[in-house]
């Protein structure tokens, strides 16, 4: 099955591909690698999901606005390539989860951007390296952010 076809397949809504926020590229590609700018919790209205984990959020809605950053990643790279289907396999995930200093469920945060891409390429080609990393501060407030590597046809 393609890979597009098993995004309408799981039921998925892939949002506008996210606009940079500043002086860089959303996409870079070289070769046959595509590099992903760091990507936020895009809601379907336009708005990022924002808050702290450990505070005014858990790890269940931290997981939830991580899905949400690896639909904006999936729509990125569709937008770019043109077809999902052109994608060999995911590389490496870094995640970003802003929380308090005493948060340690960073890496069941970013499972749910991981989780996403294993139901989408498969558990060859959806499961990379990766990273998962508190911080204290992320752009515009919001709860995590994300940013991949791609190899690619």
């Given at each position: 099955m393609s890979y597009d076809a098993k995004i309408d397949e799981l039921g998925l809504e892939l949002p506008p591909p996210p606009q940079a926020l500043g002086l860089y590229k959303p996409v870079i590609q070289?070769?046959?690698?595509?590099?992903?700018?760091?990507?936020?919790?895009?809601?379907?209205?336009?708005?990022?999901?924002?808050?702290?984990?450990?505070?005014?959020?858990?790890?269940?809605?931290?997981?939830?606005?991580?899905?949400?950053?690896?639909?904006?990643?999936?729509?990125?790279?569709?937008?770019?390539?043109?077809?999902?289907?052109?994608?060999?396999?995911?590389?490496?995930?870094?995640?970003?989860?802003?929380?308090?200093?005493?948060?340690?469920?960073?890496p069941a945060v970013i499972n749910g951007c991981s989780e996403l891409m294993r139901d989408v390429f498969g558990a060859d080609a959806g499961v990379g390296a990766r990273s998962a990393v508190g911080t204290n501060a992320l752009p515009a407030g919001m709860a995590v952010e994300i940013e991949a590597v791609f190899e690619i046809e």
């Amino acid at each position: 099955m393609s890979y597009d076809a098993k995004i309408d397949e799981l039921g998925l809504e892939l949002p506008p591909p996210p606009q940079a926020l500043g002086l860089y590229k959303p996409v870079i590609q070289t070769g046959n690698h595509l590099y992903l700018s760091g990507h936020g919790p895009l809601q379907q209205d336009g708005s990022l999901v924002t808050g702290r984990l450990g505070d005014d959020m858990d790890a269940d809605q931290g997981y939830a606005a991580a899905r949400l950053v690896g639909l904006a990643i999936l729509s990125s790279l569709r937008g770019h390539l043109g077809s999902l289907d052109r994608v060999n396999r995911l590389i490496k995930l870094t995640g970003f989860v802003k929380c308090t200093d005493s948060f340690e469920a960073q890496p069941a945060v970013i499972n749910g951007c991981s989780e996403l891409m294993r139901d989408v390429f498969g558990a060859d080609a959806g499961v990379g390296a990766r990273s998962a990393v508190g911080t204290n501060a992320l752009p515009a407030g919001m709860a995590v952010e994300i940013e991949a590597v791609f190899e690619i046809e």
